[in-house]
């Protein structure tokens, strides 16, 4: 169990914080927060044996955990003082800053600034509530400022007279966007960034999407090709793997031979070179790598996600596909974020709709597999499900069985995300 212990002067956002609870609980997106009041001038959260302090629009200079800055008065600084300061201090979390046509939440990560903007800022304690609540239930500082964000302009939307229902944020129109180089508005803005702005990636074709094989070696994909995979991917860990250009060629020959979809894992220059299919790239690559070498060369991309923000991250940079993971624990790659689960995962579903087609990955397997698909995704992607079997062939048989949508997938979709299951 988790805990959530709000100071007396914020005693106000319990009317928003049991609802947003209350929620959490009804989709399982996390352990039970249990909620208290003391007399302290700080929020303390524990989760599990880590706790967190936050304090509001306080300039404690010895105070150790976040601090808040969600007041404005004007003159207001500019997004680009803030960022700074964000860059220069992690403890900073700038929420609602306001700018000539919206809000600029900030926040620091990895020793970068990193933000998301929208045109109406919604309402106050909702926001600072759903912060909260979000931190509690364990998402990362990312996904908790934006989840604040959409749920704050929904509470809005939806309390109008009033009266309204308090509900989690599903619709993509809620979320602010982050602020990356694609973003329209970025430079009337101020907002320095590191990536480069890039034109929509090519599509893959959807109708061979279902079953998405991830092996480390060139003889696999050369296996699973002659089972009839249409999609697959090369993952080779070791960047000094000599027979690494090699193995790059012989997948790009043979995903051209039998007409497969046939991606490349991080080696995006042998992928341009020897002209692959596509790259599969994490978010950590979106500042490193040559995208628009890599859109120019005309190869397909695929994001890692991790959770909300990266997943709309990876939207304002129109890949190919969006990797949403990791769903299941794992051991065949060190991950920098918890298991997903079913239930977020239906939501992250939810929120890019069809927009881009998505590939859930991470730990499943075949009994796991079936659960995963009802959530809607595109493809479902696999390891050691195929490349442990005592019988490939037959696994890969058992999985495209099972991956095929029924006649009627919106009426089931809409079960799924009325009630996400449980299981």
């Given at each position: 169990m988790s805990s959530l212990c709000l100071p007396d002067h914020l005693t106000p956002l319990l009317m928003h914080v049991e609802p947003l609870l209350a929620n959490a609980d009804q989709y399982q997106l996390g352990n039970t927060v249990s909620v208290s009041v003391s007399e302290s001038g700080v929020v303390d959260i524990k989760i599990e044996e880590r706790q967190l302090s936050l304090i509001f629009n306080q300039a404690e200079?010895?105070?150790?955990?976040?601090?808040?800055?969600?007041?404005?008065?004007?003159?207001?600084?500019?997004?680009?003082?803030?960022?700074?300061?964000?860059?220069?201090?992690?403890?900073?979390?700038?929420?609602?800053?306001p700018t000539e046509k919206g809000c600029v939440d900030i926040w620091h990560h990895n020793g970068e600034a990193r933000a998301v903007y929208c045109h109406h800022a919604g309402a106050g304690e909702p926001q600072r509530a759903m912060l909260l609540c979000a931190l509690a239930l364990d998402y990362p500082l990312e996904d908790a400022v934006t989840l604040a964000r959409a749920h704050a302009r929904g509470y809005q939307s939806s309390h109008q007279d009033g009266h309204g229902e308090v509900s989690w944020p599903v619709s993509r129109e809620l979320f602010p966007r982050p602020l990356t180089a694609n973003h329209p508005e970025v430079d009337?803005?101020?907002?320095?960034?590191?990536?480069?702005?890039v034109e929509p990636f090519c599509a893959t074709d959807a109708q061979q999407l279902a079953l998405?094989?991830?092996?480390?070696?060139?003889?696999?994909?050369?296996?699973?090709?002659?089972?009839?995979?249409?999609t697959t991917q090369l993952r080779i860990k070791n960047s000094q793997d000599p027979q690494l250009e090699t193995?790059?060629?012989?997948?790009?020959?043979?995903?051209?031979?039998?007409?497969?979809?046939?991606?490349?894992?991080?080696?995006?220059?042998?992928?341009?070179?020897?002209?692959?299919?596509?790259?599969?790239?994490?978010?950590?690559?979106?500042?490193?790598a040559d995208l628009v070498a890599i859109q120019q060369a005309g190869l397909r991309i695929g994001l890692s996600t991790h959770g909300y923000y990266e997943i709309l991250r990876a939207v304002e940079f129109s890949p190919s596909y969006i990797a949403l993971g990791h769903i299941f624990p794992t051991t065949t790659k060190e991950m920098p974020s918890k298991p997903q689960g079913?239930?977020?995962?239906?939501?992250?579903?939810?929120?890019?709709?069809?927009?881009?087609?998505?590939?859930?990955?991470?730990?499943?397997?075949?009994?796991?597999?079936?659960?995963?698909?009802?959530?809607?995704?595109?493809?479902?992607?696999?390891?050691?499900?195929?490349?442990?079997?005592?019988?490939?062939?037959?696994?890969?048989?058992?999985?495209?069985?099972?991956?095929?949508?029924?006649?009627?997938?919106?009426?089931?979709?809409?079960?799924?995300?009325?009630?996400?299951?449980?299981?």
């Open positions: 200079a010895d105070f150790s955990g976040f601090k808040i800055l969600d007041q404005w008065y004007a003159p207001y600084p500019s997004v680009r003082e803030m960022q700074v300061k964000v860059e220069q201090d992690s403890r900073v979390i700038v929420c609602g800053l009337v803005l101020g907002w320095q960034s590191k990536e480069v702005a998405y094989p991830v092996v480390d070696t060139a003889e696999w994909v050369d296996r699973l090709l002659e089972l009839g995979v249409k193995q790059v060629q012989q997948i790009i020959a043979a995903g051209n031979q039998y007409q497969a979809q046939v991606f490349v894992n991080d080696y995006w220059q042998l992928a341009i070179k020897h002209q692959a299919y596509g790259v599969h790239l994490g978010q950590e690559d979106l500042e490193t079913l239930n977020r995962l239906a939501l992250y579903q939810k929120l890019i709709g069809d927009t881009f087609p998505t590939v859930a990955i991470g730990g499943i397997d075949l009994p796991r597999a079936e659960k995963v698909w009802r959530t809607g995704v595109s493809s479902v992607a696999v390891v050691r499900a195929i490349t442990e079997a005592s019988d490939p062939a037959m696994a890969v048989d058992a999985f495209n069985q099972l991956l095929v949508r029924p006649e009627f997938p919106d009426a089931i979709n809409e079960k799924i995300t009325d009630r996400i299951d449980a299981d």
